[in-house]
């Protein structure tokens, strides 16, 4: 249940980097409160998942499910803006 805690909070951050560059992604541009709130999600969501991973399952199994996480939900992520562009290219 760890690993999918972690996977969301990675799967948010990367969505909150996707939303900062909203041109090259091809997303609506956010408004002033919504960059800074990315700004702080994009920085502080790994942080919270690498303290709840070491705190929970210690610092060696928690560390290696935190770049386990980071690897899938970078997969995740650019998956979900993959097929988001093959959904709005259709004719």
Do not use: N
């Given at each position: ?5 972690l996977?969301?909070l ?12 909203s041109?090259?992604?091809?997303l ?15 920085s ?48």
């Open positions: 249940m760890t690993f999918v805690l996977l969301a990675w799967l948010a951050a990367f969505m909150c980097h996707a939303v900062l560059w041109a090259r992604y091809k609506p541009a956010p408004g002033p409160g919504g960059q800074r709130l990315a700004r702080m999600m994009r502080g969501l790994p942080l919270v998942a690498l303290g709840l991973a070491v705190g929970i399952q210690g610092p060696v199994t928690g560390l290696l499910s935190w770049f386990a996480a980071l690897s899938l939900g970078g997969l995740l992520a650019a998956s979900l803006l993959a097929m988001r562009d093959r959904l709005t290219d259709r004719p």
